[in-house]
């Protein structure tokens, strides 16, 4: 009974040795099945004929298994429990007979060697697999790193404000970013694949960016250039004209040959509008300069004539002349010396609560002299509240805007000059009945250089720095300055100053600005 007991249980253990994986089980778990399961071998080869049972082959499956699932170690354990339960009752059936244990010996030889070598081919087999699998491991983490690096690549590429572009050898795009379809106006879903100097020339709505410029900089480059820089002058897909710096530099393949070129370009059209007006700035200065001082120089040479004497009212107009035109030259030296010291970040201002009324007549009364066919109205309320101001820079920017004033009313009429107390400020106007401001310019007509140069605005003196400076010392006072204008029908200026942050009582203004009228 306790042998066909141990033979139930090693049956069972058999089952589940076939029926569940041998990696699941512990060391311990593994060698108490494998014993059972001999045990059960044992049961069916001592019944079925012995050594000559061909149930003995279960034995070196049971080697096989514990070789390919366990160290030598395991198997070799396994091996003494196969050992153990062949020989004993074959031994004692045999009652130790020498022939009998010789046989039984040589099977068992047969299968510790077999099992031996089976080991030795597991253990081989499950290196290399541990091998290919630190392989494959080593390769899917190089793999992931590529994607990310390229991740990082294409979103660096694609958060550039620079336009991106990559051609390859038959000059076909194979990479565009968003910065390059916003300056161009050309979708990456157009560009990909296309020949540039074909593709991106055309467009439904006429000619479009000339990439073929910038594509042929290919040529230039060979194995020993590294990037060429230029500008060109090209058009967006609308057709507007647009000024691009191009940086191009090739790309290798292993070789070492060129495999591309990737082309990396910014807009500048804004930078070379500025150079323009730059330029234009300083041909209008000189012509600025040069004017007052010819009739400076002309008057002054008159009147050293010694032989002419002018009569005492011709003299007189001479010397205003002479004054009004050095006044001239004083405001645009003024305005010179402003915008350097806005550029810097050094201009000075003397805050304090002030009365703006004597300020504003006397600005008109110096302007009200360049012009007799203008007629200036002042209406600033008496009592008015005191404002938070540097008077000197008052004085400039009323005189900026009175100026501007009588020069773009070229038939004359009315300049009204007016202040009237706000909630927190005191908001100033300038209104003329002159040609007035287009739409199109209301925008920029505070910006550094802008000059309206067409109609009757055409030909009309100045620097285009006069606005600029006033809006800087209007904001440097705490204040804002707009303009309301209708083509034709004059312009309005306004200009808000905040109150005094303390009452204060009236001090007599000095006099300012007198050295900067003309």
């Known amino acids: 009974a306790p042998v066909f007991l141990l033979s139930g249980l090693g049956l069972v253990a058999t089952v589940v040795l076939i029926l569940f994986p041998w990696d699941k089980f512990s060391y311990r778990v593994f060698y108490v099945l494998a014993g059972l399961a001999c045990l059960h071998i044992e049961t069916l080869v001592y019944y079925s004929g012995g050594v000559e049972s061909p149930y003995g082959l279960l034995y070196f499956l049971i080697a096989i298994w514990a070789a390919y699932f366990f160290t030598f170690r395991g198997f070799s354990l396994v091996a003494t429990m196969v050992i153990a339960s062949y020989l004993a009752p074959y031994v004692y059936d045999s ?16 299968l510790l060697i077999a099992g031996g070598l089976v080991n030795l081919l597991v253990a081989q087999l499950r290196s290399r697999t541990r091998d290919l699998s630190d392989s494959y491991k080593q390769l899917d983490r190089q793999v992931r790193e590529l994607v990310h690096e390229k991740e990082k690549t294409h979103a660096v590429i ?135 001082l010819t009739s400076i120089l002309g008057f002054s040479k008159t009147l050293l004539r010694n032989d002419v004497r002018f009569p005492e009212h011709s003299r007189d107009s001479f010397l205003e002349e002479i004054v009004k035109e050095g006044e001239r030259l004083a405001r645009l030296i003024e305005d010179l010396l402003s915008v350097s010291r806005i550029e810097a970040g050094n201009l000075q201002m003397d805050l304090k609560p002030s009365d703006a009324a004597p300020t504003v007549h006397q600005v008109v009364k110096s302007v009200s002299q360049l012009s007799s066919i203008h007629d200036f109205i002042v209406n600033v309320p008496e009592g008015l509240h005191q404002v938070q101001i540097d008077t000197d820079k008052l004085y400039q920017v009323l005189l900026n805007l009175l100026v501007n004033a009588i020069k773009y009313s070229p038939e004359g009429g009315k300049v009204v000059i007016s202040a009237s107390e706000k909630e927190d400020c005191v908001r100033f106007m300038v209104m003329d009945e002159g040609i007035g401001i287009s739409s199109e310019h209301l925008p920029h007509i505070f910006e550094r250089f802008y000059r309206v140069e067409e109609g009757e605005s055409k030909g009309a003196p100045g620097t285009g720095l006069g606005l600029y400076v006033s809006k800087n010392l209007i904001e440097e006072m705490g204040g804002r300055i707009w303009v309301e204008s209708i083509d034709g029908k004059g312009s309005c200026f306004y200009f808000e100053l905040p109150l005094a942050r303390y009452e204060q009582e009236p001090e007599e203004q000095p006099k300012v600005g007198e050295g900067l009228a003309s």
């Open 95 to 110: 009652g130790f007979d020498s022939a009998h244990v010789a046989t039984g010996l040589t099977h068992i030889l047969f």
């Open 158 to 292: 694609e958060s550039v404000a620079d336009g991106v572009y990559v051609v390859d050898n038959n000059r076909h795009i194979v990479m565009w970013n968003q910065a390059a379809e916003k300056i161009t106006g050309f979708s990456e879903k157009e560009m990909l694949g296309q020949v540039c100097t074909k593709t991106i020339t055309e467009s439904s709505e006429g000619r479009g960016f000339e990439c073929a410029p910038i594509c042929d900089i290919a040529a230039q480059l060979d194995g020993k250039s590294s990037s060429v820089g230029y500008e060109v002058l090209t058009a967006k897909r609308d057709g507007e004209k647009i000024w691009l710096s191009v940086s191009a530099a090739p790309t290798h393949d292993p070789d070492g040959k060129i495999a591309g070129v990737v082309h990396i370009f910014r807009d500048i059209s804004e930078y070379k509008e500025i150079d323009r007006m730059k330029s234009d700035f300083v041909a209008t200065v000189s012509h600025e300069l040069r004017t007052p």
